[in-house]
Structures are given as C-alpha cells and as structure tokens.
C-alpha cells in the first residue's frame, strides 16, 4: 500500500509535469527502494511458488489474468525506471529519443499496473490493515515487512534528495522552450 501511494503521489505529478518537474523527479528516484523491494519479494515468492514449496503452493497458483500479466508487468517497470534514471544523467538537448521511450514505457507500464492493481488493490488493503494493527498476523512477520517498507522508503529517499538537483537542467530546459 505504500508503494500504491506513492505511485499515486507521483501519477499527480505528470498532471501538470512542466510545473512539478522537480517532484516527479524527487517521487521518481525515492520510489526506486519500495519498487526494488517489491520486485524483490514478488520474484522470491515466484520462485519459491514453481519450485514447489509446500508453503508458497498452499496459497494456489496466481490468478491467470496476473500470471500472463506478470512479465510484461515487470519488464515495463523495469523500462520505465530505466529510462527515468537515465533521463536524469542526459543532457536535455541530447535526449529526444530517450524522452519518447520513457513516455512509451509509461504508457506501457500504466496499463499492466492498471489491470494489476485493481486486481490486487482490496487484499493488499486488507492486508496492511492487518499488518498495521496487528490482527491475525505474527508479531515477527509484521515487524519485519513494517521495518522492509520502511527502509525500502529510508533508501528511496537517500537517492531521492540529490535527485531535486538533477532536474534543474531539465526545469531550464522546459523553462526556455515555454518562455518563462
């Protein structure tokens, strides 16, 4: 659910993406930790589920909708934060084409986490009320995915504070070319 809020957060930022560049640069890199670790325990639990762990088998196979959706989820996710990283180390002028994949990747990556979220969103709900008040959930566990999301977001934000510097020549850029 944190991740689905500040994916949010970040979606408010393209609205009006001249004004809040600096934002969505910000969003951008501090939700590179909570991505990692979603994409991290999302391949653990992929792996341990088609290796045949008792444990990860008693919960059944992903829905097949999610389980055809999943690789083009990942892959676009991937592409998309790629190509956002990048643009923060390309010159504005030098980089047209990387702009146009990262608008492409976008649109790519807004539908899998479409289909994906409105598919997943009211268990993921359920479950982090669970986690936060603790109900029906092992102290221990709880704990550690409290501790995981927020260092995840601790992380996020160590990268994310240079980040509002590295969007100042792209705020020039778009600046000169608005006339402002």
Known sequence: MALFVLLAVQGVTILRIHRLLTLHYVFGFLLLGPVTLKLGTTGYRFVRYYTGDPEYGRAGPPRPLLRVLAPWLVLST??????????????????????????????????????????????????????LIGRGVEPSARRGRLVAVGASVLVGLVVAVPAAGWAHPWVAHLARLHGR
């Open 78 to 131: 991937l592409a998309v934060f790629a190509t956002g990283v990048a643009l923060a180390f390309v010159p504005p002028a030098d980089a047209s084409l990387l702009v146009q994949l990262h608008k492409a990747t976008f649109i790519a990556w807004f539908g899998c986490t479409t289909v994906h979220v409105l598919a997943s969103v009211g268990r993921a709900a359920s479950h982090a009320v669970d986690d």
